[in-house]
């Protein structure tokens, strides 16, 4: 099917719209004076600002366009995505306000900081960064195949999608640069605002386009695709993977470095909390977003890849103008996470790898230049490693969620539990690994989802091995330790720094 050249003309107006604003957002020097102000916008943003740039970084254009995917070949099967999201800010709860703390009095930048100051090891930093670099690249590959999917059918026959993809990523990389988190926290308000309005007027609309209502067309889903509408009870995703998906995807979710960086950005630790409670919210959006692939399924030919499954129905179903709405909302949701992924991964590599590792004496002002300039180094690998492996992304993305959660026991159980070693943590952190590639490449899940294998392993792996380094753990303290686990004397120490 040819492209609209309005939908495109919109689409292009409102990208590039918000693309300036993200420039503009960084037109004050302080936002790129230093590592702080750059990634975590120097912990100043407000509850309301924290849950619109959370919310642009983790309800992605991969959300909504694999959603619908999945929905349209796999059925209720991507319901996983409910659960998994509610369970991850329940244990957000608990946790982050506690993280969040930690890394506001240490000056602490990413997750990978916080395992430096935790345990004392900059090998354990660097390892945990070196997998958040690693697993990121992947999803920032799939904003890339959102937005060139999305170009795809809006500017068919009109326009050169994967040198018109390259040019929008460009442009995100250098307001990156320019902007720090401030552009897409900015940017994400718009983006944000779009995905309530306008899925919901698709969820609203699109029923009564095809079937008149609603009640009509959960009717005809039911008559003539039941399948949908059903989790398998057995086979490779049935009740068990579900499960097992649904748990590690939640564990997972605050361990990629975006979520980190997006959550870092608070001013303080009771807008954290504040917002473990309301993002859910986004669910409304998920719940319904699913049944647009049902509605696909229904409508669109059987011989439709279910990878354009929503843009083809958006396609069919509406004119020029709400296409380029819609067209513009999935696109803003690729450029403007992959900005935040852009800043995540830059921080690990800038602090945790090269700072840690090649150069521990580097001044502040070249750690930040470092930092700024990595944006274009991580952009560009994924754009290469997008337009060279396009098919792989998904695999990748998956596996990446599994990989991510190794980093768990490092980062959140340490949070609760002091005589936690060092080398217990570490080699748990590569068994885990490890086991999660082994079940990968092999493919004997047994029905499980691959992450919760690894996950087992590592935990397991930490609790009976930790006894063996707990006397030389239990012997040794640090600001954190001490900040985590004794109060008064961290107040004690605090207050003979200050005198």
């Known amino acids: ?9 919109i689409t ?6 918000v693309v300036l604003i993200g420039f503009l957002a960084g037109r004050n020097k302080s936002a790129r004076s230093s590592v702080e102000e750059w990634s975590v916008g120097g912990r100043r943003f407000g509850g309301l600002l924290v849950w619109f740039l959370v919310g642009a970084d983790l309800y992605t254009a991969y959300t909504f366009l694999g959603l619908t995917s999945t929905a349209y070949k796999g059925g209720s099967i991507a319901f996983f995505a409910i659960p998994y999201s509610v369970l991850a800010y329940f244990i957000a709860y608990f946790f982050l306000p506690k993280l969040w703390k930690v890394a506001s009095v240490h000056k602490l930048t990413t997750l990978a900081d916080y395992a430096r100051e935790r345990f004392n090891s900059k090998f354990l930093s660097s390892l945990i960064a070196i997998i958040g670099v690693c697993m ?53 308000i718009i983006k944000d605002i779009l995905v309530w309005a306008i899925m919901l007027f698709m ?25 949908l ?22 564990l997972a979710l605050f361990m990629w470095a975006h979520a980190a960086t997006g959550v870092f950005t608070a001013k303080s630790a009771d807008a954290i909390r504040k917002n473990s409670m309301y993002l859910p919210l986004y669910n409304i959006v998920l719940i319904l977003v699913i049944f647009l692939g049902f509605i696909a399924f229904l409508v669109l030919p059987e011989d439709t890849n279910p990878r354009f499954a929503l843009l083809h129905l958006i396609q069919t179903s509406y ?10 909302t999935i696109a803003l949701a690729s450029l403007i996470p992959c900005s935040i992924m852009a800043i995540g991964a830059s921080n690990l590599f800038a602090n945790n790898i090269y700072r840690d590792l090649m150069n521990p004496r580097v001044d502040g002002s070249r750690l930040t230049l470092v930092n700024r300039m990595m944006v274009f180094v991580v952009i560009g690998l994924a754009l290469l490693f997008g337009l060279l ?40 952190l590569i068994i885990g690994l490890a086991t999660t590639f082994t079940v ?33 753990t239990a012997d040794k303290s640090n600001l954190v330790i001490q900040h985590l686990f004794d109060e008064k004397e961290t107040a004690h120490l605090h207050a003979e720094k200050g005198a």
Do not use: C
Not at 319 to 328: D, N
Not at 396 to 423: D, H, T, Y
């Open 229 to 250: 509408l059903t989790i398998p009870d057995a086979g490779p995703k049935g009740i068990v993977w579900f499960i097992t998906a649904s748990l590690v995807s939640a």
């Open 319 to 328: 004119g020029g103008v709400a296409q380029g709405l819609a067209y513009s």
């Open 440 to 472: 990968y490449t092999t493919g004997y899940s047994f029905g499980v989802y691959e992450g919760f294998w690894g996950l087992t392993a590592n935990v397991l792996s930490l609790v009976i091995l930790n006894p063996l380094f707990v006397k030389k």
């Open 389 to 428: 492996f396009p098919t792989a992304l998904v695999s990748l993305q998956l596996l990446g969620v599994s990989g991510m959660v190794q980093i768990f026991p490092a980062i959140v159980i340490s949070l609760f539990w002091r005589n936690q070693s060092k080398e217990a943590t570490i080699i748990g």
């Open 1 to 9: 099917m040819k492209g609209n050249i309005t939908a495109l003309s």
């Open 203 to 227: 969820v609203v609309s699109l029923p009564i386009i095809h079937f008149g209502g609603w009640n009509p067309m959960i009717h005809t889903l039911a008559t003539e695709a039941p399948q």
């Open 12 to 17: 292009a107006f409102i990208v590039l719209t």
């Open 136 to 188: 990121l690249i992947p999803y920032i590959d799939l904003q890339l195949s959102g937005i060139q999917d999305t170009l795809q059918v809006a500017g068919a026959g009109y326009i050169n999608v994967k040198v018109v993809v390259i040019i929008s990523f460009l442009l995100v990389a250098l307001y990156t640069f320019f902007s720090g988190i401030k552009g897409p926290a900015y940017t994400a």
